[in-house]
């Protein structure tokens, strides 16, 4: 439930109850007009049959019924009065006579309910004789004045739920523009955590949502700054242990392998030199030229580790064709297939050394942890003009390694050579992109 849903229904549940408040006020103000109208009008009747008693005090019977007759008369066109007459036990009248049995007020029947008062009932009997009486019956009804009030009562009700809702509407809108920004806010949010520090937000209305906005806007400056630093320590970091290796490989190169050829040398003069006769001689001659075979031949693979010499001789491609057909003839329940579009030539040697260094990780850990029979390894490169939108090239160069080993569980899995695979590639503001299936194998996109 959204932040703008919840206080648009906390604004809606207290119209609400101003509502039902107003209501219960504006029909009880309603019930007690409609009872003091009644009684208002019940008494006025008969103080005016009292008043024309009182003047008739020394007239007949006859007299006296006929002047409260007459002002009985003059009383019918009151609305809120029921008038009936009763002569000698029999329903009768010389005046008109208005009987009404039930309240027919032109409002609803719950508001009937709610505002009719108890009944009002006034009765006077005027004796003619023993036997000869006029009875006169006085009821209140209040089904005039029930119409009047909610006519009254529905226009005050129709301004309040009027209100209400003309209300709600604006405070939903309100709302609605007021907290926009919180969805700027939390794209800006989704940036940052993809990596995007180059998001800023703008400036809102509201001087709250601005402050933020600040804020925001300092912390990614700041986490920007950060990164291009631990980018360019990376690079600088990278470029010297590459330094070194080539440093150690060149080493290796001149004092082991010069010292090997040496020894390799001697044991040649040894065995073309008198001592013919020497079996024994001859035998460890040999002995020694196996180990010295097979030390050269771990120096050569330790060099080519530390730092490719073809990789600077011959360029990129021939240098991952060379270290992939060595890696196939070292592994034979594996394979390794090796695809290339475009040319290579021009990277530069920090994007040389970084295809290779992913390329070889890539195969090594395969061949560790994958248990896998088919490897792909396809490099492909793309016409910068095509990509002068997409921030994750900066030299046109897509690599794509693929295998069909055991996979593993990713959320569980934060290898030294993954990250330093994506150091690499992010030191030089490209996208490392890894996707593993269980049994299935895995998959990584670099991009630079």
């Known amino acids: 439930m959204s932040l703008r849903f919840r206080l648009n229904m906390l604004i809606t549940l207290l119209f609400a109850l101003i509502l039902i408040a107003g209501s219960f006020y504006v029909i009880n103000n309603a019930r007690t007009s409609v009872k003091e109208e009644m009684q208002s009008v019940s008494k006025l009747t008969l103080q005016l049959i009292e008043i ?12 006296i019924q006929q002047s409260v007759l007459e002002n009985i008369a003059n009383l019918e066109s009151t609305r809120h009065l029921e008038i009936e007459l009763y002569k000698s036990g029999n329903i009768g009248s010389t005046v008109p006579v208005r009987i009404i049995s039930t309240i027919n007020a032109q409002a609803p029947d719950w508001f009937i309910r709610m505002v009719k008062p108890q009944p009002v009932e006034y009765r006077r009997v005027f004796r003619e004789s023993l036997t000869a009486y006029t009875e006169i019956l006085i009821r209140a ?9 909610w006519n009254e009562t529905r226009g005050v009700l129709g301004l309040l739920v009027l ?3 003309l209300a709600n509407i604006l405070v939903y809108i309100s709302l609605g523009r007021g907290l926009a920004p919180i969805e700027s806010i939390l794209k800006g949010l989704d940036g940052i955590e993809q990596g995007e520090y180059q998001r800023r937000l703008p400036k809102f209305r509201f001087p709250e949502f601005t402050r933020i906005s600040e804020k925001f806007n300092n912390m990614a400056e700041v986490l920007q700054t950060s990164r291009d630093e ?4 990376t690079q600088k970091s990278l470029a010297i242990q590459e330094d070194e290796r080539r440093r150690l490989a060149q080493e290796l190169h001149d004092e082991f392998g010069q010292s090997i050829t040496a020894i390799k040398a001697v044991l040649a003069s040894i065995e073309h030199s008198g001592h013919q006769d020497s079996e024994a001689l001859k035998n460890s001659a040999r002995t020694i030229g196996t180990f010295s ?13 530390l730092r490719p010499a073809i990789l600077d001789e011959f360029g990129l491609i021939s240098a991952l064709q060379d ?5 196939n003839s070292r592994h034979e329940d594996v394979f390794c297939h090796f695809e290339f579009s475009g040319k290579f030539d021009d ?3 920090e994007v040389n050394i970084t295809i290779y260094r992913v390329i070889q990780e890539s195969i090594t850990n395969i061949v560790k942890h994958a248990q896998a029979t088919d490897v792909t390894v396809y490099l492909n490169r793309v016409e910068l003009n095509r990509l002068e939108n997409d921030p994750a090239y900066s030299f046109g160069v897509e690599l794509l390694i693929k295998d069909n080993g055991t996979g593993f569980d990713e959320t569980n899995h934060r290898g030294l050579g993954l990250l330093g695979m994506r150091e690499r590639v992010e030191a030089l503001k490209g996208s490392f992109a890894m996707t593993s299936v269980i049994n299935e194998g895995v998959e990584i996109v670099v991009s630079l």
């Open 52 to 63: 024309a008693l009182m003047s008739n005090t020394g007239s007949s019977t006859s007299e």
């Open 141 to 149: 009804n209040p089904s005039d004045e029930i119409t009047e009030v």
């Open 163 to 165: 209100f209400a809702v």
């Open 230 to 233: 631990n980018r360019l320590l």
């Open 293 to 305: 075979d097979r030390m050269y031949e771990v120096a050569r693979r330790m060099m080519r580790q």
């Open 323 to 327: 270290m992939i057909d060595d890696w």
């Open 347 to 349: 990277l530069g040697e």
